[in-house]
């Protein structure tokens, strides 16, 4: 049976399926950033409300729709930079180095895992990173000032040092494919893990959603804070409704 708590009975829940863990892993969304001022995508007011998406096979094929994309990309990350690492991902980072996280699945884009103090190689980035460029061909990572100065210089988007291929943000654009590497360490870790916290995600946006579900289904107890009910609150052990620093600060 689901258990909704409120902070402080959800705080000493919480803590104890932590302790008990063998392997937590910890599944973060949208409404993790939104706690550092950080606006989401798709909700009302979202960035998608006053500007639709750049599909992915129109920024491959139009140098009009490059140009727009990384407008938008230097544009966010800028605000990105402003942004600083909230309770919530410091207490996960706190957590990961005590030993009690195993690691951190995210659809975030935005690096501020990493900036809380997380490890870089113990976050999976479920859609990307918009806070680098990478070659489309080759892979070989481009910062963005080294971009910026490219199209400011040239006034037409970057091409590969490497191998001459297109760049774009590291970010998964709307018919992209998903990165198969994270897909398939995200997936071993939803088999593997005994806890599985989702934290921000309204999980509605497959296939990373079903990450919970598969981790259910393999034993692991479901936890899920976040501010708004989610489509698989009835699968969870334990739902926690509001801010996850609030739960999460105080256990770390």
């Known amino acids: 049976m689901t258990l909704v708590c409120d902070i402080n009975a959800g705080r000493e829940s919480l803590s104890r ?37 750049i599909e992915f096979d129109d920024f491959v094929s139009d140098e009009a729709i490059r140009l727009e994309d990384w ?5 966010m990350n800028e605000q990105f930079l402003a942004a600083k690492p909230n309770a919530g991902h410091i207490a996960i980072a706190t957590l990961a180095g005590q030993g009690k996280v195993a690691a ?50 040239s006034g037409t988007s970057p091409r590969c040092d490497s191998c001459g291929g297109l760049v774009k943000s590291a970010v998964i654009n709307f018919g992209q494919a998903m990165p198969v590497e994270a897909m398939e360490r995200a997936l071993q870790l939803a088999e593997s893990c005994d806890l599985f916290v989702v934290a921000g995600s309204s999980l509605a946006v497959q296939p990373a959603a079903s990450l919970p579900l598969v981790a259910e289904r393999q034993g692991a107890r479901l936890v899920i804070i976040n501010r708004d009910p989610t489509p698989l609150d009835d699968a969870a052990e334990l739902v926690l409704r509001g801010n996850i620093g609030d739960f999460l600060a105080g256990i770390a």
């Open 71 to 75: 407008r938008r990309r230097f544009e």
């Open 104 to 153: 951190v699945i995210t659809q975030n884009i935005d690096g501020l895992h990493q900036r809380a103090g997380c490890a870089r190689e113990s976050v999976i980035e479920l859609h990307g990173n918009a806070t680098f460029g990478a070659c489309l061909n080759c892979g070989t990572r481009h910062e963005l000032d080294e971009v910026r100065a490219i199209i400011k210089r």
């Open 17 to 53: 399926l932590i302790d008990m863990s063998r392997q937590c892993i910890v599944f973060t969304g949208a409404g993790m950033s939104t706690e550092s001022g950080i606006p989401d995508f798709r909700s009302p007011g979202g960035i998608w409300s006053r500007m639709a998406p």
